[in-house]
């Protein structure tokens, strides 16, 4: 993607595997590498990358890509890079299908129609028509330069002033989707070996705030979804194994409060709610049905700042960090530190307590 565009965003997703990296290598921002918060991670547990090779610039990026190629290394992008950087020939997936995965058009070719929100396909002199005020609609951006972090989603509740996010204006081509009134809202997690075969994970939950962005998981003790739904998921990403996908993804599916179930969202990629579920896989295998949620804390300050004041609660146990990213060890233009965090226990009320109150700590 241009280098402005969202550029925090995509350095802070270049940090996501570093805690269940191991020894697998790792082109990750120099945001996630931060010797304090790397310490933090190994203590808890998490076999954390030996082999990161981080970068600063875009131009750091381009020459870690280089170095790894030749290296005789295959890349595993996560989201679409230039051919020119990253040939097909390189690479684990071609950009072009990790793009057309991704692309929130694409539902209509991956999902069985029983399981699609009533959606269609709208150029932007078709948009003011297509997305009235007076009624409430889901604004999705239709383009294989998918990015992540929530950022190509707007929601529209009827009757509220429409304020188009900054994708409406530069994209020729969007997807309009009926707004639900969602009453489960499941996260199914999913991986595609060297086999070709699509296999389940597990099923998690998914928070959702105000504004209908996500805001963080359920693991363990969850509401499973019905037979039918967690089938259609799967034959889903068989689907994209047979035309080439390898690796993590995870669909974002929901029951509406009428009943109905839809597939809202194709995440083929390291999301959210795979690295926790790998995470704990990790620390604590044989108690992979108990409870635990995740958050995302984020500050304007050093990160060696907010890991200083959730240390407490590191030390009282029941918390893992699991991410990281700090602007200033970049040369992105805005300010930001964020972490992603786990907790767990035993009791799901208890664990929910405490994910609340560090919510509420650190202003969320």
């Known amino acids: 993607m241009p280098t402005a565009r969202h550029r925090h965003t995509r350095d802070a997703l270049s ?23 790397l310490a933090v991670m190994r203590d808890g547990g998490l076999p954390v990358g030996t082999d990161l090779r981080e970068f600063r610039t875009e131009a750091e990026f381009a020459a870690r890509v280089a170095e790894a190629m030749a290296d005789g290394l295959l890349i595993s992008m996560e989201y679409p890079q230039p051919t020119d950087l990253c040939p097909d020939a ?11 995965l991704n692309n929130k058009a694409s539902i209509s070719t991956l999902v069985d129609p029983r399981f699609q929100a009533r959606r269609s396909v709208v150029t932007r002199a078709e948009l003011a028509d297509a997305a009235p005020a007076e009624k409430s609609w889901v604004l999705k951006a239709a383009t294989n330069a998918a990015h992540g972090g929530s950022l190509d989603v707007y929601l529209h509740e009827a009757g509220s002033p ?34 070709a075969r699509a296999r389940l994970l597990a099923v998690t939950e998914q928070r959702i705030d ?13 509401n499973a979804p019905p037979f039918e739904l967690l089938t259609e998921c799967l034959a889903i990403a068989q689907r994209a194994a047979d035309v080439g996908y390898r690796g993590l993804c ?8 009428d009943g109905q179930l839809v597939v809202l969202d194709l995440n083929f990629r390291i999301t959210s709610g795979s690295i926790p579920l790998l995470a704990l896989r ?19 300050g050093p990160l060696g700042d907010l890991l200083t004041a959730l240390r407490p609660a590191v030390r009282a146990g029941g918390l893992l960090v699991i991410a990281g990213h700090d602007s ?37």
């Not at 105000?210 to 969850?222: E, K, P, S, T």
């Open 328 to 364: 200033l060890r970049t040369d992105a233009p805005v300010a930001e530190c964020t972490l992603q965090i786990l907790v767990y226990g035993d009791d799901p009320d208890e664990v929910t307590a405490r994910r609340a109150a560090l919510e509420h700590q650190f202003g969320h």
């Open 250 to 257: 995870s669909l974002d599916c929901a029951q509406s409060e």
């Open 282 to 300: 990790s620390i604590r295998p044989h108690a992979l049905d108990l409870p635990a949620e995740s958050a995302k804390l984020s500050g304007t």
């Open 90 to 100: 390189r690479t684990v997936k071609t950009a072009l299908l990790v793009g057309y």
């Open 210 to 222: 105000d504004a209908g962005i996500y805001a963080g998981g359920r693991f363990g003790l969850v």
């Open 162 to 195: 429409i304020s188009l996010p900054v994708f409406a204006t530069v994209l020729d081509e969007f997807v309009i989707e009926e707004y639900l009134r969602i009453k489960r809202n499941w996260g199914i997690q999913l991986h595609i070996g060297p086999d």
């Open 15 to 37: 940090a996501r595997p570093l805690a269940v990296a191991d020894d697998t290598a790792v082109l990750c921002s120099a945001g996630g590498t931060d010797p304090e918060l």
